[in-house]
């Protein structure tokens, strides 16, 4: 270990012992059943040795109840400052420093490289500490947003409406537009931008109707603006008085409390306010390490056992943010520890109010993903795929090409997933179906538009159901409004492949290297796709889906290529699943390979497929747009967290959380943690994860924009 050394004292003693030069710090590393007897004598041979040891850190394999009693305890008796991490602390940081990943590069990953063909497939990158007991938590809310199931972030959507509105008032000509309020919420909760854009209309209106309780936001037509009525302005300032209060209070049940700690002289008031500063800068930094489990034990029933979850690491974290080292860092340790062992266990009623306040703001950012350890497991989640990505998502991309990068949705979360590692697969026959459809549009726009295309207004373009020939009549449109030089058909479908050539293979190849260079596709050709599937399964599938589909009016050779297309694909995916290992439940992020498309009236001919494979094979497009394309980058999202916690922001979002609403997801997650254990947690994740990405009945806020092409 960098830095340390044993010091010629290791002889003497039975484990690994360093120290860190010149600094009186140690660490021991020991696999001893009885850390305390343990401690005492390495602290006793150290002195023996001429050392003055001022720390020691004790790293055990062994799982231990009660770490802070015991620190706290040898800590006073040995006059050394002790910090143990036993094996619940390693089991949930071993993969969270980029030290400890290179350690097992270095000193394990040769010996353990012969496990690399055992379920190879599964062995995926690791999020730091996989919080699958949460992650369980949050998938189980989302599947529960079906038809019918929305109303628990409807009434989240409504929390943070009126807490926008905060701070309006008619009388002094301060209201906000929807646009306005959409801006507030968003910038200070980022990960809400998709689901919250989607539903601030509907959910306004409804709250300025005239319902139970009466109306609970006012619109202004002369102004175009909203406010809080009277009364709700009138008890969100008593509220805000009330909570500022309520903090002052708790900083003094603190500071109380550090004056009668025998540790601290009485008139040490330097040392007592950064005692107290620390102590809320572990309560904010646990909930963004451990929101849930905090907010399960402070939501705990009456004689129920349930501990709280270790914080000796997040203090040591926030003892170290602020400079602090050496003797006044122990001291203000053990301190912090007695105090903070009172605020949970022993609490008064303001700490009671404090934390439950926060608890709810802690679950309302959770339900709306703007929880680090979600961003991270979807943002994870990208580079985990193999997709066979569908003809109709391709042309609805291609259909993009002209609008601002920032419109461009389709397109930018295809690209997306390839930079993010995942593999985008174009087939053989799914580039025929993109070339058909470039020919078949190009001879409807020739017959049925060009000679009409100079009247074309934005009304009737809306109405073509080309989309390729609509994207193109609103493209033309809005360059001759800003006086761009005139946009011919030829230019726009000659972005893409050579129009004079386009009924030649010519045209088929250079869109194929088009899409190629364009999304980073994997090309796979038909000999690759039929691999390994069964002639006659193949054969039965495609006459299935054909009379599924019941495409009246179409010629029957194109509909029985379409339908062994698509017969081929399915197939495809759950062949690949077998070559790659796949297994349900094996993988946190849910399968790798499936086809990304819109085409749901194949699944009505599948049913007895997906029964006898045990899983589904098509992801639904809209879970890329929501889950994945739109995730705020991770600094955005730990700037939200550091902007609401360490603030009175924190107590007054937690006002504005919906009491029915907190409940029942404190509720889902005592079943999860009650009666799963960690590995069980793990099994229900990778299944949770792979119905939400194939989840078609799954209500969506904007889910019309992937209507079919």
């Known amino acids: 270990m960098g830095g340390f050394h044993d010091g010629g004292a290791d002889g003497a003693l039975d484990d690994r012992l360093f120290e860190a030069a010149g600094t009186q ?82 000193y394990v990953a040769g010996a353990a490289s012969y496990l690399d063909g055992v379920g190879a497939a599964d062995t995926i990158p690791a999020i730091q500490g996989l919080p699958a007991k949460t992650l369980c938590v949050f998938l189980g809310q989302e599947l529960d947003r079906r038809r019918g199931k929305s109303d628990l972030l409807e009434a989240v959507a409504d929390s943070l409406i009126l807490w926008s509105l905060e701070g309006t008032d008619p009388d002094k000509g301060v209201f906000l537009t929807l646009k306005e309020i959409e801006a507030r919420v968003i910038e200070a909760l980022p990960s809400a931008k998709t689901f919250f854009k989607g539903v601030l209309p509907n959910r306004v209106s409804e709250l300025i109707s005239k319902g139970d309780g009466g109306r609970k936001v006012n619109f202004h037509k002369k102004e175009n603006g909203y406010c809080l009525p009277f009364e709700t302005r009138k008890r969100i300032r008593e509220e805000n008085v009330e909570d500022e209060a309520l903090k002052l209070q708790v900083s003094e049940i603190f500071r109380n409390r550090a004056s009668e700690n025998a540790s601290l002289a009485t008139d040490n008031s330097s040392l007592i306010e950064q005692c107290i500063a620390i102590c809320h800068d572990v309560i904010h930094k646990s909930y963004h390490a451990q929101g849930l489990e905090i907010a399960l034990f402070l939501e705990r029933e009456e004689g129920s056992d349930s501990d709280l979850p270790s914080i000796n690491d997040v203090l040591d974290q926030a003892i170290s943010e602020r400079g602090l080292a050496g003797k006044d860092a122990g001291l203000i340790a053990q301190v912090c520890l007695s105090i903070l062992r009172g605020t949970y266990y022993n609490s008064t009623k303001e700490e009671r109010r404090y934390l439950r306040k926060l608890s709810r703001t802690y679950v309302l950012l959770f339900m709306l993903k703007n929880e680090p350890r979600v961003v991270e497991y979807f ?111 030829a230019n726009y479908l000659g972005q893409f492949l050579t129009v004079t050539e386009i009924a030649r293979d010519t045209a088929r190849g250079e869109l194929r290297e088009y899409l190629i260079h364009e999304f980073g596709f994997t090309f796979e050709d038909e000999k690759a796709m039929l691999s390994g599937i069964d002639p006659e399964q193949l054969y039965e599938l495609a006459a299935t889906i054909q009379k599924t589909r019941n495409k009246k009016g179409r010629d029957e050779a194109s509909e029985e290529i379409l339908c062994r297309n ?3 694909t399915v197939l495809r995916v759950y062949q690949r699943r077998k070559i790659e290992g796949e297994r349900s439940g094996g993988n946190p992020y849910g399968f790798k390979t499936w086809w990304l498309t819109q085409q749901t009236r194949v699944q009505n001919a599948t049913g007895p497929l997906i029964a006898k494979e045990g899983s589904r094979y098509m992801m639904r497009p809209e879970f890329v747009l929501h889950f994945l394309a739109a995730l705020p980058s991770a600094k955005a999202v730990q700037t939200s967290y550091d902007r609401i916690f360490p603030t009175i922001l924190g107590v007054k979002l937690g006002n504005r959380m919906d009491e029915s609403a907190f409940k029942r997801i404190i509720s889902k997650a005592r079943e999860v943690y009650d009666d799963v254990d960690h590995s069980r947690a793990k099994v229900l994740l990778a299944n949770a994860s792979a119905q939400l990405q194939s989840d078609f009945l799954k209500r969506y806020e904007d889910s019309s924009f992937f209507s079919k092409v």
Request: glycine fraction near 4%.
């Open 379 to 489: 943002r994870s989640m990208t580079s985990n795929f193999n997709l066979y990505v569908g003809a109709d998502l391709i042309v609805r991309a291609l259909s993009e090409h002209l609008l601002s990068k920032n419109d461009q949705m389709t397109k930018n979360a295809l690209k997306l997933l390839k930079a993010a590692g995942s593999q985008l697969i174009l087939t053989d026959k799914t580039l025929d179906e993109v070339w058909h459809h470039f020919r078949t549009t190009h001879l409807e726009f020739i017959n049925n538009y060009q000679d009409v295309q100079n009247y074309m207004t934005f009304s009737l373009a809306s109405q073509i159901d080309r989309i390729l020939i609509r994207a193109f009549f609103y493209a033309k449109i809005e360059r001759a409004s800003r006086k761009k030089e005139p946009f011919g058909w």
């Open 25 to 106: 710090k140690f660490m021991q590393a020991s696999i001893s059943a009885e850390p305390k007897a343990k401690i005492r004598k390495t602290l006793k041979r150290l002195r023996e040795f001429g050392r003055d040891p001022k720390s020691l850190m004790y790293a055990t394999s062994q799982k231990l109840p009660l770490i802070d009693q015991i620190q706290e305890e040898l800590s006073d008796e040995l006059d050394c400052r002790i910090v143990i991490r036993d094996g619940h602390y390693f089991q949930h940081q071993i993969n969270g420093t980029p030290g400890a990943l290179q350690a097992y590069k270095s």
């Open 566 to 568: 698509a017969a081929l």
